[in-house]
């Protein structure tokens, strides 16, 4: 399947699969992970970013569920975490294991992690922190049972926030239906 995106070593918006997991993170674990599909759902679309890397490419929208199978270099016993894209510049196969990552808050800056140097770094107002966080929580909420519209329409909404026309990027997609369309405008609405 196509690619998806995850700040590998940036901020990951996650929410744990049940209100406790199996073992908590904290801010600096090293977490390694399997990506395990888009359970609540996914729509296929092009994201047009031609201020960032210069074109288009086909991408799967959707809240991600990840496999957490070590901390620390620490073998754990594996739990589910839901996370959203927050870095076009790193990829993930589903099915593929072995991603490791940092956690960290969310900061100002995202980005700049493209593997072959073209996408320049993010920096985010707190006005788009606070969107971003309140699109996360929203969609972590609103995800009681698979919806492949709004777990597409959350991701999109996220990446237009992050990577506007406004802050330059000139981020616009194309594909979806009008009630995919609808859900991404009510949510930055």
């Known amino acids: 399947m196509r690619k998806l995106l995850l700040a590998a070593t940036a901020a990951v918006l996650a929410v744990p699969a049940s209100a406790m997991a199996a073992q908590p993170l904290a ?12 359970p609540n759902g996914q729509e296929t679309v092009t994201l047009n970013t031609p201020n960032w890397n210069g074109g288009s490419e086909s991408v799967i929208a959707g809240q991600q569920q990840l496999v957490v199978t070590a901390i620390n270099n620490v073998a754990v016993t594996p739990f589910d975490i839901y996370v959203w894209c ?6 993930i196969n589903i099915g593929q ?15 700049g992690n493209d593997p072959i140097g073209a996408a320049p770094p993010v ?12 699109l996360a929580n929203a969609g ?19 990446w237009e ?3 506007s026309a406004a802050a330059g990027y000139g981020f616009s997609y194309t594909g979806g239906d009008a009630t995919l369309q609808a859900d991404i405008t009510g949510l930055l609405s």
Request: glycine share 8%; no cysteine; proline share 3%.
């Open 97 to 111: 294991g072995g991603y490791q990552f940092t956690v960290t808050p969310f900061s100002t800056v995202t980005g």
């Open 123 to 134: 920096i985010l107002t707190q006005a788009q922190l606070k969107e971003l966080n309140y």
């Open 161 to 163: 926030v992050e990577y």
């Open 27 to 38: 801010f600096g674990d090293l977490v390694t992970v399997t990506q395990n599909g888009l």
């Open 140 to 158: 972590n909420l609103a995800l009681t049972a698979p919806n492949s519209e709004l777990s597409a329409a959350v991701q999109i909404a996220m």
């Open 86 to 91: 927050v870095d076009f510049g790193q990829n």
